[in-house]
């Protein structure tokens, strides 16, 4: 079946520098894949959609990567600050476009 | 604020009662999620409206829950004679089909069962 892996440890960076987190599929090719970002007690917010034919997306600080060939997605916050502390989501689209998540990355920025 | 809210936000309840959340998605939005999630995990499907129609479950919808969607626009989740294992945070998404994959997400109900 299909299985989105994230590394379910937290992880901690300091003030300032990148953030890298990581998606890896299996079992299946996802067209696209998504991440969200979820704030304790609140729902998923979307950040960035990648489709496979896109090795890299960019919004202000965030940059996403697509390799099919590594079947995995790479999420990274440039000049991290500690309002990016939060629990970041990656997804893949089943049928009727549901979505199949990751059990998410928590991280923890520090000043 | 994404625009989907749900009511309540959080429910205490005992062992064997039944409740029911509320879901009012974007107005234009026909496509109609839920979710389930508990601490530490991403959310789980557990069925999908296209309108008023009920399109698919998950095998985590057990014959305990029921969901509806009158008329295409407010949905509920009701679950009848709750077990321990049903806390978790229900979320509920709605999609404009056709246009967009971005599903936006309500806040969520917290359900615990005592």
């Known amino acids: 079946s299909q299985k989105i892996e994230q590394n379910s440890e937290a992880l901690n960076i300091q003030e300032g520098k990148t953030a890298t987190l990581t998606c890896n599929y299996t079992?299946?090719?996802?067209?696209?894949l998504q991440w969200y970002r979820q704030d304790p007690g609140r729902g998923p917010v979307f950040l960035l959609l990648?489709?496979?034919?896109?090795k890299e997306k960019r919004k202000e600080r965030l940059k996403v990567t697509f390799d099919t060939t590594l079947k995995q997605s790479l999420f990274h916050i440039t000049a991290s600050q500690p309002a990016d502390s939060a629990t970041y989501l990656c997804a893949s689209q089943g049928g009727y476009n549901k979505l199949i998540f990751g059990a998410g990355t928590r991280l923890a920025v520090h000043p | 604020d994404t625009g989907v809210s749900q009511n309540p936000r959080h429910k205490i309840t005992k062992r064997g009662q039944n409740v029911t959340f509320r879901c009012d998605p974007i107005s234009e939005h026909n496509r109609l999620y839920w979710y389930r999630q508990t601490l530490g995990q991403g959310p789980e499907f557990l069925t999908y409206?296209?309108?008023?129609?009920?399109?698919?479950k998950s095998r985590l919808l057990s014959d305990r829950f029921s969901a509806e969607r009158p008329k295409g626009s407010f949905s509920t989740l009701e679950i009848q004679r709750t077990e321990q294992g049903d806390s978790a945070m229900y979320l509920c998404a709605s999609l404009r089909g056709g246009i967009k994959e971005t599903q936006y997400f309500g806040p969520g109900t917290r359900l615990l069962v005592l």
């Open positions: 409206f296209q309108n008023e129609a009920q399109l698919e």
């Open positions: 079992n299946y090719s996802p067209a696209y």
């Open positions: 990648i489709r496979e034919n896109e």
